[in-house]
Each structure stands twice: as structure tokens, then as C-alpha cells.
């Protein structure tokens, strides 16, 4: 099997490890919050639904922790060999207190991270190309279920205000998770990544402007706070 | 509940193979059709469909059975 590290700097491996590790452990716990509501949907179908979300995002991250062994060289044994304490991104460290709550994260958070899978399926480092094409085509749905349901739910000024502010930390969250401007450069030089972090920035705001536009968020407004930046944990750190 | 309001039941019917008729293989209650769609797909997915289409029951215009309808099946000729 040829070595799929050749024309890869340093550098980038060590990048492209912590966001493959960052993506894998937050769709782990994405997967295991989406459970917790898998049997609490304000529908029958909702909850099917979310339950059929809930093996995706598991599964997705099943698939990344195995591309992380190809990337380490070394294969786990189980998941106790993988570090997973300190990747987990804020709103995805608690259950979610109510539906519309999820729905937010659906919308904001899970879009996120399939930015930049989508940025990962022109890569020219197959085993990443191999296991991102699948991804994209099936959170094709997980998109559509959470915009369908912010519209509905937003509907209710009284929902819709609580769902504009935690939107509002998912967003700034998720805005910071892609990396400072400059970041991840190395990947998109080097072919491994379709974008670096601030066309993934850009490209997941236009994905979300709808969204926060339907929730009367002005989102100009909002800036990052790179002051709260942790880079060993690609996330920032809790706030006050 | 308010995220109930305004609900269809959607008719699903798929077949397994191009050369088979579409079968009704259920319901689904949804705000519209995309999400129709895309509970059906989840719901009804045991199976590698060839084809799944939802229908609005609302849509479904009843045809008045030439011969009497039920009574006349269970009676036979």
C-alpha cells in the first residue's frame, strides 16, 4: 500500500490529525445529545428522524477514528485509546435542555462540521476523499430536518427569542471552531482541504444566513473572540 | 401541542424492482412535503427501494366502485 503521507509536509499532518480527531469526537457526542431526544421528538416521525440522525453522526464518527488510526499508523484497540476529553466543543459537553434547543444545533452546529467535510471530499489524500462522500450525501437530510423545523418553530416570537440567543453562542462557537484567519493553510495548499478557515467560515455563513436571519439575528455583529482561542483543542475555551 | 398545527397525512408507496407497480407501504403525518419525503425515507427504509413516492391523501380523489364496492368483493359474484 503506498504511504498516503507523500508531499505532505509535517506541519500539515499534525493539523489535518487534530481536526480529524475534533471532527470524530464532536460528531460522537452530536450523535450521543441527538440520542437523548431520540425518543422525546414532538412526533413519531420527528423522533424516528432523529434516531436515524443519531446513527449517522455515530457512525460518521466511527469512520473518522478509523481514518485517525491510518493517520497515526497505529491501531486502536478500543475507544479507550483515544484521547476524547478536551475536544468537545461547549454545547455539546451538557444535554439539551429543550427541542428547540436541538434545533439550533442542528442548524448551527452540525453545518458546521459538515462544511468542512464537504471541503474534504475533492481531497487529493484519498482516505480522507474515500470517507467523506458518503457523509455529505446523508447530512444532505440532517439539513433539511433542522431548517424545516427553526422555520416552524420560529414562528412563536416566544421560541424564537430563546432559540436567537443560543443560536447565537452555537454560531460564535462553530465560527471559532474552523481556526483563526490563516489557519489551516498548509491543508489547502497542499490539496488535502478544499478551503482554508476563513473560506470555510465564509462559506458556512452563507450556509446559516438564512437561519439567523429567520431567528432577527444581525450577525455582523458578531465577533469571534479569538482572545478565548485554545489551538491545542482546535475550540475555545468557556467563557465568563 | 403548537408545533402540530397544520399537518398532512402523506400516503408512501415504493417498489422494489423498475418492472414492479408502486405498493402502499404506509403513512406519514408531516407539516409539508419535504418532510414527508424525508420521513418517509427514514421510516420505510428496511427494504432497497427502487422507487418511494408520497402522496398528499388529500390529493387522492376516490373513484365510486362500478358494482357496489366492498359489498359486492365480500359477496362475490
Keep these: 500500500m503506498s504511504d498516503p503521507w507523500v508531499g505532505i509536509e509535517e506541519d500539515g499532518r499534525s493539523t489535518l490529525q487534530a481536526l480529524v480527531h475534533s471532527l470524530a469526537e464532536n460528531k460522537k457526542l452530536l450523535g450521543r445529545r441527538y440520542s437523548e431526544w431520540a425518543v422525546g421528538g414532538p412526533t413519531l416521525e420527528a423522533a424516528i428522524a432523529l434516531s436515524a440522525m443519531t446513527q ?101 416570537p416566544q421560541v424564537r427569542r430563546a432559540m436567537a440567543e443560543s443560536a447565537l453562542q452555537v454560531f460564535t462557537e462553530a465560527m471559532a471552531w474552523f481556526g483563526p484567519p490563516g489557519d489551516l493553510t498548509p491543508l489547502r495548499a497542499a490539496g488535502i482541504l478544499g478551503a482554508d478557515a476563513d473560506e470555510l467560515r465564509d462559506r458556512y455563513f452563507q450556509r446559516v444566513r438564512p437561519a439567523l436571519e429567520a431567528l432577527d439575528l444581525r450577525p455582523e455583529a458578531v465577533a469571534v473572540p479569538w482572545d478565548r482561542w485554545d489551538p491545542a483543542w482546535r475550540r475555545l475555551r468557556p467563557g465568563d | 401541542m403548537p408545533v402540530l398545527d397544520h399537518v398532512e397525512i402523506y400516503e408512501v408507496f415504493a417498489r422494489h424492482r423498475r418492472e414492479e407497480p408502486l405498493r402502499h407501504v404506509g403513512t406519514v403525518t408531516a407539516p409539508n412535503v419535504e418532510m414527508a419525503r424525508l420521513y418517509a425515507r427514514v421510516i420505510y427504509d428496511e427494504d432497497m427501494w427502487d422507487a418511494m413516492v408520497v402522496v398528499p391523501r388529500a390529493a387522492m380523489v376516490p373513484v365510486e366502485p362500478r358494482y357496489g364496492g366492498s359489498s359486492r368483493r365480500s359477496g362475490g359474484e
Design chain 1, 56 to 156: 449517522d453522526e455515530l457512525g460518521h464518527s466511527r469512520v473518522l477514528y478509523g481514518l485517525l488510526e491510518e493517520l497515526r499508523g497505529v491501531p486502536a484497540t478500543g475507544d479507550a485509546d483515544w484521547q476524547v476529553e478536551g475536544w468537545g466543543l461547549s454545547v455539546l459537553t451538557r444535554p439539551f435542555e429543550t427541542w428547540a434547543h436541538l434545533i439550533v444545533v442542528t442548524v448551527f452546529l452540525d453545518s458546521a462540521l459538515t462544511t468542512l467535510v464537504e471541503a474534504a471530499t475533492t481531497s487529493v489524500f484519498l482516505p480522507l476523499q474515500r470517507r467523506t462522500r458518503k457523509m455529505v450525501e446523508e447530512e444532505r437530510y440532517h439539513a433539511l430536518y433542522g431548517s424545516q423545523w427553526l422555520e416552524r418553530l420560529a414562528r412563536r
